[in-house]
T-cell receptor, first 114, second 113 residues
């Protein structure tokens, strides 16, 4: 059974804290993604990685950074959390190569910044 | 900038009825995805449509893609309660097909007994 695991489901952090969201996939996928989901806005791509140590900015990278030191793990970092980063964060992965691969999503991490 | 619009945003329908969700997008792409999301849950892949005229069906759901019109539809036949969920379409805007998706805002579907 394929799996994308987000280690923290629910977090409450204070403004200004550094926040780490971890994601691990067990499918040997090359591509990994971080999205945030907000009501009325759908999902928006924050960062994308197509290989270890490689990353690309998505649509809303401001205030975020990422790290991919190992193929199976993709971390999202909020350098200094702010209240407007309260959201649900979804990690996803897919195989490289032919287009139209299934993208697998994790269960999501609900972050509240107070 | 690619824009993806779904309509309707909210849909209540009776069991047994048919309905269609529409997904319009603003730039050329021939790779479109449909997902389902239950409340508090992650996204479940429903369909991947990879070419003009593509049609896929699974149970009571059928998706189609018209790349010339930049339109995809998700048709629900004889709705049942367990189809209640939020449905998203998403367009792959990457040049290399590496699934950088732009999502619509979702259609919240409620099936009423």
């Amino acid at each position: 059974d394929v799996k994308v695991t987000q280690s923290s489901r629910y977090l409450v952090k204070r403004t200004g804290e550094k926040v780490f969201l971890e994601c691990v996939q067990d499918m040997d996928h090359e591509n990994m993604f971080w999205y945030r989901q907000d009501p009325g806005l759908g999902l928006r791509l924050i960062y994308f990685s197509y290989d270890v140590k490689m990353k690309e900015k998505g649509d809303i990278p401001e205030g975020y950074s990422v790290s991919r030191e190992k193929k199976e793990r993709f971390s999202l970092i909020l350098e200094s959390a702010s209240t407007n980063q309260t959201s649900m964060y979804l990690c996803a992965s897919s195989s490289a190569g032919a287009s139209g691969n299934t993208i697998y999503f994790g269960e999501g991490s609900w972050l509240t910044v107070v | 900038e690619l824009k993806v619009e779904q309509n309707p945003l909210f849909l209540s329908m009776q069991e047994g009825k048919n309905y269609t969700i529409y997904c319009n997008y603003s730039t050329t792409s021939d790779r479109l995805y449909w997902y389902r999301q239950d409340p508090g849950k992650s996204l479940e892949s429903l369909f991947v449509l990879l070419s003009n005229g593509a049609v896929k069906q699974e149970g009571r759901l059928m998706a189609s893609l018209d790349t010339k019109a930049r339109l995809s539809t998700l048709h629900i036949t004889a709705a049942v309660h367990d189809l209640s969920a939020t449905y998203f379409c998403a367009v792959d805007r990457s040049n290399f097909g590496n699934e950088k998706l732009t999502f619509g805002t979702g259609t919240r579907l409620t099936i009423i007994p």
